[in-house]
């Protein structure tokens, strides 16, 4: 069930900017003014994760043009923007975090590309860290790929490696998935595959999603004329264990979902023992007790979910090779080759 606080377009619009909201008044105070006077050529809404702080009515009462769905319940990122896009028609949908601040024709350069090419389903902005301006953001730097065992990295960052912007990834190019954070998506195409998975509730259900966009021969792209400051961690921060158990239970669900079935039962044992061992390594960190049994919990989720995992499958045309999935580990190359930078690998 999805309530809608302010009656929405009838008509259908060309872009949607879309915020999903989680409690989250201090981030919507700070970038929704910027946002705002940026996005004069689209149509922006606020879509409520059923906050309970006064987001909704400080939405409200300072801007008055912004479109506002209440979704009835928090269902994570995933839930709440299948919910609230049901809501909305238009030709694109720019899912956005409220820990972002875009800059001045942000919008333009990536709508214009994707109005080039019906086979461009997604696309991204270069994504710089709002605390650190020359450096790449984790979420996904200048666009996402993936190694042959479901590890991403990106252009910009591997694993917790973070390069500094000296204009080395500008260049508009196909990648493997594009950041949730900032996620311009075609309405018909995100449909098309039926959107988000529901069940994955937050973290790297754009992955999935992207993938299964690839799986029916669509291009994901960055496009770095448009440019965007991330802070990360707006939601759940880095040190949640919450969100080390939906990182490990998520990435098993998509590989098992997405991988072709040559290489089905043979990546995900080998899946299994690594998470292991990084479950391992937490034990070294701060809470790492924590974090061991979030990994734990994502294994037997996993285990759980599989008979459902199988159903979907058979909804999937998954395919051997794809632009962005590479051959190689990058965990080997970075772990024991001490590769830092995607120039190296």
């Known amino acids: 069930m999805v309530m809608v606080a302010q009656k929405m377009e009838t008509q259908k619009i060309k872009t949607a900017v879309v915020v999903l909201n989680w409690n989250g008044k201090a981030w919507l105070e700070k970038f929704l003014p910027n946002l705002v006077n940026h996005s004069q050529e689209a149509t922006v809404f606020i879509a409520d994760n059923a906050s309970t702080d006064d987001s909704v009515a400080f939405v409200k009462s300072h801007f008055p043009t912004v479109k506002i769905i209440i979704n009835a319940s928090n269902g994570g990122y995933a839930r709440g923007y299948n919910d609230a896009l049901k809501q909305i028609s238009a030709d694109y949908f720019v899912l956005i975090n409220s820990d972002i601040q875009v800059t001045e024709n942000w919008l333009s350069p990536i709508i214009n590309l994707m109005d080039s090419d019906d086979k461009i389903a997604a696309c991204q902005p270069k994504l710089l860290d709002y605390n650190k301006r ?7 730097a200048s666009g996402g790929f993936i190694d042959n065992l479901g590890y991403p990295f990106c252009r910009g960052r591997i694993f917790n490696e973070l390069e500094e912007d000296k204009g080395q990834y500008n260049d508009t190019t196909e990648v493997f998935w594009a950041t949730g954070a900032c996620f311009f998506v075609r309405a018909k195409c995100f449909w098309e595959v039926g959107g988000f998975d529901n069940d994955f509730f937050a973290h790297q259900e754009e992955i999935d999603l992207c993938w299964r966009l690839k799986n029916i021969d669509y291009k994901i792209m960055v496009e770095p004329k448009s440019m965007v400051y991330h802070v990360g961690g707006g939601t759940l921060n880095t040190g949640s264990a919450f969100k080390t158990h939906l990182n490990f239970r998520n990435n098993l669900k998509m590989l098992f979902k997405n991988l072709h079935l ?21 034990l070294k960190q701060t809470n790492g007790f924590f974090h061991l049994l979030a990994i734990a919990k994502a294994h037997f989720a996993f285990y759980f979910a599989i008979p459902k995992l199988m159903a979907k499958r058979q909804n999937i045309k998954q395919k051997r090779k794809l632009v962005g999935k590479v051959n190689w580990s990058i965990l080997f190359k970075n772990k024991i080759k001490g590769m830092k930078r995607f120039t190296e690998l």
Not at 134 to 140: D, I, L, M, R, V
Not at 275 to 282: E, W
């Open 134 to 140: 020359t450096k790449f953001e984790y979420a996904g």
């Open 262 to 282: 040559s290489s089905l039962f043979v990546i995900i044992p080998i899946r299994l023992v690594l998470d292991a061992v990084a479950a391992i390594t937490f």
